[in-house]
């Protein structure tokens, strides 16, 4: 899987991925930004919330015709200093409809522990390739 990150002015950047859908990104005016978009941090919650979201409608698909409504609310904690990364992530289902709680939980875990790819990456190793004029760079 392959997402080109393009800056387009100021601190925003537009992505596009695979999918061929763009999303647009920005900083907040704090940090210089216009607010044009998500802010990167915003956009990590909400794929954690999307991800498992899929995750969690796949396996409760034989019930979802029970189901009127599910929304997912994300809330990370951050560091106070730089780089503020998420220090803990709540993630919070509500849902309303005809549907055994201990279904929901099993789906929800199974997510988390076994099929959410964006849970699972927030751990994973980043490297760093530099090509700067055409030519790749060493550190």
Known sequence: MKVTTTWTGGRAFEAIGDSGYAINMDATEAYGGLGKGA????????????CIGIDVTMILRPYLDKVDKIEIETNGTRKEEAPKGFTAIEVTFTIDGDIDSKKV???IHLGEEKYCSVSDSLSGEISFRLILNGEEQSA
């Open 39 to 50: 802010t990167p941090t915003e956009m990590l919650l909400g794929s954690l919330a999307g």
């Open 105 to 107: 939980w099993r789906a």
